[in-house]
Every structure is written in structure tokens, then in C-alpha cells.
């Protein structure tokens, strides 16, 4: 049976058992993933086909961790620290569809309060802090959250999509310097809200695809008054969340609006806003431009516009995602093909990253992790598009 190192009879398996490597039916088809338990309605099938047993490469794992200090799998150390990645990884994976759902559930939640609040009828502050402190709460709980986030699209309102966007991502960086919970689901919310004004702007406005002239530009720019305005008298939201919508366009060197604050004088919250609104609206498509990807866009972000942003804020950010951002693929000096799955905010450069091809463009069957800032061995050499990633190595 091909070359998996091990072999195991079906009448010795358990539900519940979990392995380091993928468990084989046979050389084409998996059983479960690694670290994923075996259940009682998996050895219940097996028995009814007829299959007595079963083929991996790895070791058993007691919920989740070895039973001893190190495993060896395909003559590679995995050692606890891996596995703990690997389930949290795993963790994300399963859970995306589910995030997808639910964000699309939120992104309706919120278009309609919107659209009350632009009617002047009643806004349901309570559903959308809810609705916040689910954000945070998964914020919080998935070590790999950015990953969740991953061509992000839950509404085809450009406004909705867009402050949930940029919610998501601002409750990360508050994770990220160390919020606690209840400030993080209050970030949450603020952004979800600081871009209500923008419904005030006439809509020629918003999808023009040529520079604004200046006499539209003093419009556009009133939507963060508009929005203060209406969080504050019709919403009654508090006045420090409300003021993330009149001050998130400020500027750190004082060259922003409306009130042309600086430093200090703009709050926490806004200056975090700031950060995430700008690296994520450059992620999605616009009426007069296409979506950068991550890469081009975090670029973007450090070469035009980190004057503007608070350096102490803005290094978090670019740590915590990799100046390789979370989620896409690159080429490693070996050349092998990986994804980046989490920033190091000490070393920008070398992520937490999974390998996925060898260097001879073969998927791996197994989850393998590599910290490169722990690693000198390797480094990135390029930054793959997914269709670069996917194709085949050419002969």
C-alpha cells in the first residue's frame, strides 16, 4: 500500500483518536484531515465497506498535543508549538464558512439601521453593539483572524461592506495593542459607524472616476460632520464613539479634516480608524478603480501615506499582518510556494508562514509551519498571485 509508514487495524481505533498527518483510506482518499478526531459515524462507515484498516505517516496525539515532548512525521520535527499552530489554523479553516454567514447577516443588520438613520427613524444601538461584541469576540478567540477576512465581500452596499471591513480589522489592531475586550468591541462599533455620513454625499460624487474639483471635494469632505452629526442627535450614540466619525480622516502631521487636529489631539480610536480605512478600501473595488491585493496595498500605504498615520499605531499594524500580508501566497528562496499566516511585529519581513508546494510544485500532504523569523535558512523572494500559486510548475 503505496509508502505511508503506518498501518492500523480499524478494531483499534477509538472515536476521538487524532493523528499528526492525514489518516488514508487508501492512497487517494482521506479519511480525516491531521489533528482532526476520528469519529463513531467514520469507524461505523469503514466498517460497513468493509475496510479493515487504515494508512498514515504520523503519531496519535492526546487532545490535540503529544503525548510526548516531540513527533517525528516524514522525518520533520513537529513539536508542540506546531501543533498548537496547526489546530489553530485548522480552526480558521473550518470556521469560514460559517464567518461568511454571519458577517452577511451583520452586513443586512447594519444597511438597515443605516437606512434609518438617513430617514431619521429609530436606530437600534443595541443590535449593532451585539453584533459588535460578536466581532470582538471572534477577534479575540482566533489567533489567525486576518485570515478569516480573505476577499472580503458581504454586501453589495460599497458603504456596509466597507465599515464592516474596516471594523474587522480595527478591532485586530486593538488586539494588537492590547485592548481590552470592552474597548475592542467599542472600536468595533465606532467603525462600523464612522462612514453613516457618506449617505449625505450625492452619489455622482462618490463614483466619480476623475479627481474631485475643489467646490466637490468641500462636500465630500462634510460627510465626517454629517456623520458626527447624526450618530450624536438621532442615534444617540456616546460622544467619544461618535467622534471616530468626524475624526478619521484627520491626519497624524495635522494635514487631515475637518478640524485639521493632530498628534494627541486626535482620540486613539480615531487614529487606529485612520490606519485600517485607508489599507482597506484600497482592498476593495471602487466605482473608479479596481482592488489592490494585500501587498500592493500595505506598499501603498507605507510609501504615501504613513506621514498622515501614527508611526507607533501603523508599526503594530504592519507587524502584526507582515509587510507580506496575511493570507497571500508567496515564493520562498528554495522554491517552494507558501501562504503567510501571521505578521511578527519584531520582524516584518519574516512571517509565520505554511508551505504548501515543495519545491518541485507538489502539494504537501501534510500541514507544515515554518516561523521565519526563527528560521535564517529561507527567506521570501517573491509575492505569488493565486493563479501564479496554483499553477503548475512549467517543464
Not at 27 to 34: D, I, K
Not at 300 to 329: A, N
Request: glycine share 4%.
Amino acid at each position: 500500500m503505496g509508502t505511508f509508514k503506518k498501518i492500523i487495524k480499524i478494531n483499534n481505533l477509538k472515536p476521538g483518536m487524532a493523528f499528526t498527518t492525514p489518516v488514508y483510506i487508501d492512497e487517494h482518499n482521506v479519511l480525516v484531515r491531521a489533528l482532526e478526531p476520528i469519529k463513531k459515524s467514520d469507524i461505523e462507515k469503514l466498517l460497513k465497506w468493509g475496510i479493515n484498516e487504515i494508512y498514515l505517516d504520523g503519531e496519535p496525539i492526546d487532545n490535540g498535543i503529544s503525548k510526548t515532548t516531540t513527533i517525528f512525521t516524514d522525518d520533520t520535527k513537529l513539536n508542540t508549538e506546531e501543533i498548537q499552530i496547526s489546530k489553530e489554523y485548522q480552526k480558521v479553516y473550518k470556521y469560514q464558512k460559517e464567518f461568511n454567514t454571519r458577517m452577511m447577516e451583520i452586513a443586512e443588520k447594519l444597511r438597515n439601521n443605516f437606512k434609518n438613520l438617513i430617514q431619521k427613524q429609530i436606530f437600534n444601538n443595541h443590535e449593532i453593539l451585539t453584533e459588535s461584541l460578536y466581532i470582538a469576540n471572534q477577534i479575540i478567540d482566533f489567533r489567525f483572524f486576518p485570515l478569516l477576512l480573505q476577499d472580503f465581500r458581504v454586501s453589495d452596499d460599497l458603504i456596509v461592506n466597507h465599515s464592516i471591513h474596516a471594523a474587522c480589522y480595527a478591532g485586530f489592531l486593538g488586539k494588537m495593542i492590547n485592548l481590552s475586550k470592552v474597548r475592542i468591541q467599542d472600536l468595533v462599533f465606532s467603525v462600523m459607524l464612522m462612514d453613516v455620513g457618506m449617505y449625505y454625499i450625492p452619489f455622482e460624487i462618490r463614483k466619480k472616476n476623475s479627481p474631485l474639483t475643489d467646490e466637490e471635494k468641500k462636500v465630500f469632505y462634510k460627510h465626517t460632520l454629517y456623520g458626527y452629526k447624526i450618530l450624536t442627535e438621532v442615534a444617540f450614540v456616546k460622544q467619544q464613539l461618535a467622534a471616530v466619525a468626524m475624526q478619521h480622516h484627520e491626519n497624524f502631521d495635522g494635514s487631515g479634516y475637518p478640524k485639521w487636529l493632530k498628534d494627541q489631539e486626535i482620540s486613539l480610536m480615531a487614529r487606529i480608524a485612520a490606519i485600517v480605512d485607508r489599507y482597506t478600501a484600497m482592498l476593495e473595488d471602487r466605482y473608479y478603480r479596481k482592488a489592490k491585493n494585500p501587498y500592493e496595498a500595505l506598499k501603498t500605504l507605507l510609501s504615501q501615506e504613513s506621514h498622515h498615520l501614527d508611526p507607533r499605531i501603523l508599526r503594530f499594524f504592519v507587524g502584526s499582518l507582515s509587510i507580506f500580508p496575511v493570507g497571500i501566497y508567496v515564493l520562498l528562496s528554495d522554491h517552494s510556494k507558501a501562504q503567510v499566516i501571521e505578521g511578527k511585529i519584531e520582524t516584518p519581513l519574516r512571517p509565520l508562514i505554511r508551505i504548501i508546494k515543495d519545491p518541485e510544485d507538489n502539494f504537501l500532504k501534510e500541514f507544515k509551519f515554518l516561523d521565519l523569523s526563527k528560521n535564517n535558512n529561507l527567506t521570501i523572494t517573491k509575492v505569488l498571485h493565486k493563479d501564479e500559486f496554483l499553477k503548475e510548475k512549467e517543464k
